[in-house]
Nanobody, 122 residues
Framework: QVQLVESGGGLVQAGGSLRLSCAASGRTFSSYAMGWFRRAPRKEREFVAGVSRGGANTYYGDSVKGRFTISRDNTKNTVYLQMNSLKPEDTAVYYC???????????????WGQGTQVTVSS
């Protein structure tokens, strides 16, 4: 198993930027594809972005494509989400997740962090 801890959330104004980090435990970090999800109030969890085990391939949800960038550093057991041009509708709790399955298959993520709050003011 892998333990995940998110950080970097906070309050930003619309149009601003924020970078989230997710620190993973253990020696097997590179065995997992990693992703970011978010949950807005009264909504189901939404897939935001995924990255393959080696970091060469990425995939994004339509709502964030062109604004967010996912990356990973396997030497640091860390995955990042760079969020630019933030909008009020990006306000949500953001969760880091891991899977041994494909990075594009959002149904297969089965390890989760506690989440970090991102609030975008208008």
């Amino acid at each position: 198993q892998v333990q995940l801890v998110e950080s970097g959330g906070g309050l930003v104004q619309a149009g601003g930027s924020l970078r989230l980090s997710c620190a993973a435990s253990g020696r097997t970090f590179s065995s997992y594809a990693m992703g970011w999800f978010r949950r807005a109030p009264r909504k189901e969890r939404e897939f935001v972005a995924g990255v393959s085990r080696g970091g060469a391939n990425t995939y994004y949800g339509d709502s964030v494509k062109g604004r967010f960038t996912i990356s990973r550093d396997n030497t640091k057991n860390t995955v990042y989400l760079q969020m630019n041009s933030l909008k009020p509708e990006d306000t949500a709790v953001y969760y880091c997740a891991a899977t041994v399955g494909p990075y594009t298959d959002y149904h297969m993520y089965n390890y989760w962090g506690q989440g970090t709050q991102v609030t975008v003011s208008s």
